[in-house]
């Protein structure tokens, strides 16, 4: 079995404040992975001027995020691009689990994931875990020959629906959005909106405003989790991951920056705070 690479710094987030975080690690000499979209920060990226980044004067978004892409190409920082649902301690390292079933292990984490500014379904954090899941491809196996709902809020979900036929005797697929999704004949699709989730001991069913729809297991796909399901223990305060100065958690070795740690949501403060973040794991890193 091949050995796991333990990482200096993992990052969530490829938006300025994760980008930011990387570039100071890796100049401070620090191995340190790099987990989001490659194509960067789709905010970012749909801004049309952006007139106070120092040095970059009525640049556009476009072109900050290419700029973005060479500085990491030329110290060698390679984005890899997949979806953290989980993270949590082991040891004195941190595990972070993904939707690709994979296992990345660092000595510490930066949270760089954005805002998140969606709210749970009623019934959705009382039955995580026990009937709810928010990775299709990691709990598949719990789910085989048996039914499930699928929430998904891009297109870039569908895979894993289609993944999810090859194993369930139903999959009912829920968009929430509005391209008409390219689906097999093995998978209903069902037009309507999300409620809450009814059961027991576990969830059992999905009310929905014009219907409601009873499975084994229901899946809800975000592009992003809320903060305090991403890191469990966590202290929030609202959307927000709770942070001093020094961009620390109330977790050890777990720091956050940029727009998920609060107003004002700059680009500038979001890759000041990326640098603070960084500097303080280095920090942290020394101590160790």
């Known amino acids: 079995m091949e050995e796991k690479i333990l990482y200096d710094a993992a990052i969530?987030?490829?938006?300025?404040?994760?980008?930011?975080?990387?570039?100071?690690?890796?100049?401070?000499?620090k191995n340190v992975i790099l987990i989001g979209s490659r194509n960067l920060s789709s905010k970012v990226e749909k801004a049309h001027l952006i007139q106070n980044y120092p040095g970059l004067p009525?640049?556009?978004?476009e072109d900050l995020q290419k700029n973005f892409l060479r500085h990491l190409e030329s110290l060698g920082i390679e984005i890899v691009e997949d979806h953290i649902t989980g993270?949590?301690?082991?040891g004195k390292q941190i595990s972070l689990l993904s939707k690709s079933n994979k296992e990345y292990l660092a000595?510490?984490?930066?949270?760089?994931?954005?805002?998140?500014?969606?709210?749970?379904y009623e019934g959705e954090e009382e039955f995580l875990g026990r009937g709810v899941s928010y990775c299709a491809t990691c709990d598949a196996p719990l789910y085989k020959e048996k039914s499930c709902v699928i929430i998904g809020q891009t297109a870039a979900e569908e895979k894993e629906a289609e993944y999810m036929a090859?194993?369930?005797?139903?999959?009912?697929?829920?968009p929430l959005y509005d391209?008409?999704?390219?689906l097999s004949e093995k998978i209903e699709v069902l037009r309507d909106v999300p409620v809450r989730f009814e059961g027991d001991m576990k969830a059992r069913r999905l009310v929905l405003k014009n219907s409601e729809i009873e499975a084994d297991g229901f899946f809800i796909l975000r592009e992003s989790i809320s903060p305090k399901q991403l890191v469990p223990g966590l202290k929030i305060e609202g959307n927000h991951i709770l942070v001093n100065r020094n961009m620390e958690t109330n977790l050890s070795g777990v720091f956050a920056c940029g727009d998920v740690t609060g107003l004002p949501y700059q680009y500038i403060k979001a890759a000041g705070e990326g640098n603070v973040a960084a500097l303080s794991a280095v920090k942290y890193l020394q101590l160790q």
């Open 12 to 29: 969530i987030g490829t938006g300025p404040a994760g980008i930011s975080a990387a570039i100071t690690l890796k100049i401070r000499n």
């Open 107 to 120: 000595k510490t984490l930066i949270v760089a994931t954005g805002v998140n500014f969606g709210k749970p």
């Open 58 to 61: 009525l640049v556009t978004g």
């Open 166 to 174: 090859e194993i369930c005797s139903k999959v009912t697929y829920i």
């Open 179 to 182: 391209e008409v999704p390219s």
């Open 87 to 90: 993270c949590y301690p082991k």
